[in-house]
Every structure is written in structure tokens, then in C-alpha cells.
Nanobody, 131 residues
């Protein structure tokens, strides 16, 4: 059973930066797809960034929600089995609970931003951006 634990959230002013980490119990290099999602109170869970990995055989890459493109960057450290989300130039609308998600096998299908496809989720880390 894959476990994911997020950390790195906090409170910052507009324009500040945070780096979120997701420690994973499995070999993330072999995963089909990993992603970061966020959810604000009363809102739907929203895909922030996704990265197709070594388990994906059809080619792929890195994808971002339009609202974070140019400000956020998803990356991973395979030796540490850790996924990261570097967040720069944060805005109040980025305020949400951020979740790490893994689709280890790619059995469901759909786009990277479809939360239903992910089989493992972290508990979340809160990001709050003050105006």
C-alpha cells in the first residue's frame, strides 16, 4: 500500500514562496502518474500540476493548471522517493489544502487533472496566502 505524506505548507504574504514535499513509500520513478491537487472550502478539488513517470508507456510530460503556469514547478527526487511542488509568486487565490496524489498503475485513464483516477492520496498540507 502506497503512503504519501505532504509537508511544507504554511502562511505567506502575496508574492512569497513555498516548497511542498510529498514523501512516498514506493518507487515513484515506476509510477504512471503523480500530481498535486488543491481544494479550497466549498470548492471542487483542482489539479495543480501533474507529471507522467516511468510507468507511462505512451509518452507524456509535465502539465500545469493555467492559473499556476510560470509560477509553480513540479519535480521529484527519485533517490528520496519525494515529489515536490515549488510555488513562487503566490497569490491569495492559491490558498487551499494541497494534496499529493499517485496513480501507480494507470488503470483508470482520463486526463491528469481528473482526481478520480488517483489511487493514493496524502492527508494534505495547508497553504494560506495573505493579500
Amino acid at each position: 500500500q502506497v503512503q504519501l505524506v505532504e509537508s511544507g505548507g504554511g502562511s505567506v504574504q502575496t508574492g512569497g514562496s513555498l516548497r511542498l514535499s510529498c514523501a512516498v513509500s514506493g518507487d515513484i520513478y515506476s509510477f504512471y502518474l503523480m500530481a498535486w491537487f488543491r481544494q479550497a472550502p466549498g470548492k471542487e478539488r483542482e489539479g495543480v500540476a501533474g507529471a507522467y513517470g516511468g510507468g507511462y508507456g505512451g509518452g507524456g510530460g509535465i502539465y500545469y493548471h493555467d492559473s499556476v503556469k510560470g509560477r509553480f514547478a513540479i519535480s521529484q527526487d527519485n533517490a528520496k522517493n519525494t515529489l515536490y511542488l515549488q510555488m513562487d509568486n503566490l497569490k491569495p487565490e492559491d490558498t487551499a489544502m494541497y494534496y499529493c496524489a499517485a496513480d501507480e498503475k494507470g488503470l483508470y485513464g482520463g486526463t491528469w487533472a481528473n482526481p478520480r483516477r488517483y489511487t493514493s492520496w496524502g492527508q494534505g498540507t495547508q497553504v494560506t496566502v495573505s493579500s
